[in-house]
């Protein structure tokens, strides 16, 4: 069954200049990816995105994490790979959340790290389930900035919109 998985290379991953070599291991799901973009992260954005833990202790923690303001880098990469059994496939290469949990040849056995103050610094995420990707690729992603149509859509017409053009 083809599914749609969002990915995020984090901070620490662009900082180390992981991307290649992530990129590299995921080609080994045979996906494709039909949707890409470097984008900075607000606030609000990584709260919405990280509102299941809301009520943990290190909530404040991971939303400077996912900003990027413990590694300088307010960045993440944000993907989405499209294919049959792709949240399974994509998990899988990531390897567990705790990155001393995960097995030394995933993503994050490879390059992630547990910070002294308790921070998974473990360089991307995965969704965890259908219903969490649907829920964080609309939250990442225009349906105009995807080139398959994932998910139902509708036209609305805007009047007096200003946007951003070069000059």
């Known amino acids: 069954m083809n599914q749609a998985v969002l990915i995020l290379i984090k901070p ?34 990584a709260e919405e995105h990280y509102k299941h833990l809301k009520d943990k202790p290190f909530f404040g923690e991971i939303i ?10 307010k960045k993440v990469m944000a993907l989405v790979y499209w294919g049959e059994d792709a949240i ?12 001393e949990e995960a097995e030394s040849t995933s993503i994050r056995g ?32 225009a349906p105009g900035e995807i080139i398959v149509d994932l998910y139902s859509t509708k036209d609305l017409v805007q009047k007096e919109i200003a946007i951003k053009v070069w000059d």
Do not use: M
């Not at 900003?67 to 880098?73: N, S």
């Not at 921070?119 to 969704?127: A, G, T």
């Open 64 to 73: 400077k994490y996912l900003q990027g303001e413990l590694h300088d880098r």
């Open 12 to 45: 620490d991953g662009l900082k180390k200049s992981l991307t290649g070599n992530i990129l590299t291991r995921l080609s080994e799901t045979k996906l494709e990816i039909v949707a890409a973009k470097i984008a900075r992260v607000s606030k609000e954005l």
């Open 110 to 141: 490879s390059y992630g790290r547990i910070t002294t103050s308790g921070v998974y610094e473990n360089v991307i995420h995965v969704s965890s389930n259908e219903f969490e990707a649907e829920r964080e690729i609309k939250l990442w992603f």
């Open 88 to 99: 399974k496939k994509c998990r899988e290469l990531a390897g567990a959340t705790n990155p």
